[in-house]
Nanobody
Framework: QVQLVESGGGLVQAGGSLRLSCAAS????????MGWFRQTPGKGREFVSG????????DYVASVKGRFTISRDNAKNTVYLQMNSLKPEDTAVYYC????????????????????WGQGTQVTVSS
């Protein structure tokens, strides 16, 4: 069992930055590839970024590439999402998720492939 707790959300002006954290408790954090997703009212949850178990390889949806950076610290059981140059369309509830991975592959972008989810943290970007 893995528990995930996100933090770092808030209200920021367009062009600003936020850093989200996702702290994991439980066993073998380094056995999980990690992903960040976001959801707005009336829309489905969408993939934002993913990172391999080792942290060596990352993946981003096109709309955030060049602005967001995912990273992880396996010693601290934490994954991060640094969000720069924020836009109003980035406003959403952001969730982290863990995907059990036998090898050091990028996590699948599909929601159903993830084993554990956090409760989410609200990010609001004002124009």
């Amino acid at each position: 069992q893995v528990q995930l707790v996100e933090s770092g959300g808030g209200l920021v002006q367009a062009g600003g930055s936020l850093r989200l954290s996702c702290a994991a408790s439980g066993r073998a954090f380094s056995s999980y590839a990690m992903g960040w997703f976001r959801q707005t009212p009336g829309k489905g949850r969408e993939f934002v970024s993913g990172i391999t178990r080792s942290g060596d390889t990352t993946d981003y949806v096109a709309s955030v590439k060049g602005r967001f950076t995912i990273s992880r610290d396996n010693a601290k059981n934490t994954v991060y999402l640094q969000m720069n140059s924020l836009k109003p369309e980035d406003t959403a509830v952001y969730y982290c998720a863990a995907q059990l991975s036998g090898l050091d592959y990028l996590p699948d972008r599909g929601l159903s492939t993830y084993n554990y989810w956090g409760q989410g943290t609200q990010v609001t970007v004002s124009s």
